[in-house]
C-alpha cells in the first residue's frame, strides 16, 4: 500500500514537472504526455535550424573567406582617431596594430582595446616630433594599418 502511495507522488511530481518545463496548462496526464512530444518536435525543429544557419555560415567563410577586420581612421585636430573592429577574437593582432603605429612614429595617447569574444580597439594617436619631416595623413595611417592587419592574417590564418 505504501509503495502503492509512493509511485503514485512520484508520478504526480513528474508530471508536475513536466507539465512547468513544457508550459503545459493541460490537466489531464496523456494532455500533458502530449504536450511534452509537441514541445520536444519543437526544439527539435529549432535546433536542425540552428544547424544548417552555423552550416550555412561555414560554407560562407569558406567561399568568400573569412571576415575581414573593419578598419576606420577619423582624422583629428592633433592627431588621429584609429577603430578596428572583427566579429571574432583575433589573438595577436593588437601587438601587430601597435608595430605598424611604431613604424608610422605615432604616439598612443588613448587606447581602449578588447580581445575576449570580438576584436575591438580605439586608439588615438599623435605624430611623435623628431627630425623625420614626412608628413603623415589619414590614407597613410590607413594602409599601414590595414596592411599590418593583412599581415596578421598571413602569420594566423585567422579572422
Not at 25 to 49: F, M
Not at 102 to 118: D, I, K
Request: positive net charge; charged residues 25%.
Amino acid at each position: 500500500m505504501v509503495s502503492r502511495v509512493h509511485k503514485r507522488t512520484a508520478l504526480y511530481r513528474s508530471i508536475q514537472q513536466l507539465r512547468s518545463i513544457t508550459n503545459s496548462h493541460a490537466r489531464r496526464k496523456t494532455s500533458v504526455i502530449l504536450d511534452a512530444s509537441k514541445y520536444i518536435r519543437g526544439l527539435k525543429q529549432k535546433l536542425q535550424e540552428l544547424n544548417q544557419l552555423a552550416v550555412a555560415a561555414a560554407q560562407k567563410d569558406i567561399e568568400y573567406g573569412p571576415v575581414m577586420p573593419m578598419l576606420k581612421v577619423e582624422p583629428q585636430e592633433e592627431g588621429f582617431m584609429i577603430k578596428v573592429l572583427s566579429q571574432r577574437s583575433c589573438q595577436g593582432l593588437l601587438a601587430f596594430i601597435l608595430e605598424a603605429f611604431e613604424r608610422l612614429g605615432l604616439e598612443v595617447l588613448q587606447a581602449r582595446a578588447s580581445c575576449v569574444e570580438s576584436f575591438s580597439l580605439e586608439a588615438f594617436g599623435i605624430k611623435e616630433k623628431n627630425d623625420d619631416t614626412h608628413r603623415v595623413d589619414a590614407q597613410v595611417v590607413e594602409q599601414v594599418v590595414s596592411r599590418a592587419i593583412n599581415d596578421w592574417r598571413k602569420v594566423t590564418k585567422q579572422c
